[in-house]
């Protein structure tokens, strides 16, 4: 899929409400997907940070979205582990998130995700989560 195609996939498939809350494709490379997300003030948390419940909602279309992009659009694929590691504060700044797959089969996913703001060594967190394809 191209970003193009794969952006019109997630925006068919989430609510056209909560679509811009779950970030932006960047970029497709072989096994992976790159999203970014600008933080709203609906997003923090006391003291000023972005929430947990964002960076893992953002870390979920990230994986869904790799997965998208190299399995083919299906709809119906759910989440079924999401393991995630906060290693900083998130500020707020633009997101970034990295989806690697680390192995597609037939019925099974596992994608490792990772957040980062500033430069790519600088991981906000980390993050494994598996996937169940119908």
């Given at each position: 899929?191209?970003?193009?195609?794969?952006?019109?996939?997630?925006?068919?498939?989430?609510?056209?409400?909560?679509?811009?809350?779950?970030?932006?494709?960047?970029g497709?490379?072989?096994?992976?997907?790159?999203?970014?997300?600008?933080?709203?003030?609906?997003?923090?948390?006391?003291g000023?940070?972005?929430?947990?419940?964002?960076?893992?909602?953002?870390?979920?279309?990230?994986?869904?979205?790799?997965?998208?992009?190299?399995?083919?659009?299906?709809?119906?694929?759910?989440?079924?582990?999401l393991?995630?590691?906060?290693?900083?504060?998130?500020?707020?700044e633009?997101?970034?998130?990295?989806?690697?797959?680390?192995?597609?089969?037939?019925?099974?996913?596992?994608?490792?995700?990772?957040?980062?703001?500033?430069?790519?060594?600088?991981?906000?967190?980390?993050?494994?989560?598996?996937?169940?394809?119908?």
């Amino acid at each position: 899929m191209t970003v193009e195609e794969l952006s019109a996939f997630l925006d068919a498939t989430f609510p056209a409400e909560t679509r811009p809350s779950l970030g932006e494709i960047v970029g497709i490379a072989p096994g992976s997907v790159r999203m970014s997300l600008q933080p709203t003030a609906n997003m923090l948390r006391p003291g000023g940070i972005v929430s947990g419940p964002t960076l893992m909602a953002l870390v979920d279309v990230a994986a869904y979205a790799a997965i998208a992009a190299h399995h083919g659009p299906e709809p119906m694929a759910v989440t079924n582990a999401l393991s995630i590691t906060f290693l900083r504060a998130c500020k707020v700044e633009p997101i970034m998130a990295d989806a690697h797959i680390l192995k597609l089969g037939r019925r099974l996913a596992t994608i490792d995700v990772r957040i980062w703001q500033g430069a790519e060594d600088r991981l906000i967190a980390q993050s494994t989560v598996g996937y169940a394809l119908p």
